[in-house]
């Protein structure tokens, strides 16, 4: 993300992003608790399409074919031994959505076909600025000046009412059952 003005728009989104990813690396059992105590969050490929799809960029901006491709290319140029990806490698993964599904971005409702996975593989950043990042955020309804518990909240009203309960339980914000 060498782009100064792209930059700049991560890191006003800087704690909000870091509140969606976190809370999405939460449905990682085993994976995430167990690098937490490293000090290392990540994310599972279950999470992040999770995450993608809440969000409504799976299928209105990017298909679930284009989104395992751009896992794969992170993980395949991954340093590091963690099967999955940590918040930089999140972010990048933002920025190859924009580059696939700018013209969808742009127009949702946008129903020709797509061009092919080559913008995937590479990281181009043709076609990323700063008004293309904000886009996505915005079509994502994220709020730089929500509360994090606010937003938080409003991340659990779009889980499922089990899942719901057990995060509320997870972050101690309701009593356990008897």
Do not use: H, W
Request: hydrophobic share 40%; proline share 4%.
């Amino acid at each position: 993300m060498e782009e100064p003005d792209v930059a700049k728009v991560f890191r006003y989104y800087e704690n909000t992003l870091k509140t969606l990813f976190e809370f999405y690396s939460k449905f990682d059992k085993v994976e995430a608790y167990k690098y937490s105590e490293m000090g290392v969050v990540s994310l599972s490929y279950k999470s992040f399409i999770k995450l993608i799809n809440q969000q409504r960029l799976l299928p209105n901006i990017i298909t679930k074919d284009e989104l395992m491709i751009i896992y794969k290319v992170i993980m395949k140029n991954k340093v590091g031994k963690i099967g999955s990806l940590n918040f930089e490698e999140f972010k990048e993964s933002l920025v190859r959505i924009i580059v696939k599904g700018k013209n969808r971005l742009a127009n949702p409702g946008d129903k020709r076909p797509r061009d092919n996975t080559k913008s995937l593989l590479l990281f181009d950043m043709e076609g990323v600025t700063a008004n293309t990042l904000r886009e996505l955020f915005k079509y994502m309804k994220l709020a730089p000046e929500m509360s994090k518990r606010a937003f938080v909240k409003k991340l659990i009203e779009l889980q499922d009412e089990g899942v719901k309960d057990e995060i509320l339980r997870r972050r101690q914000l309701v009593p356990e059952s008897p």
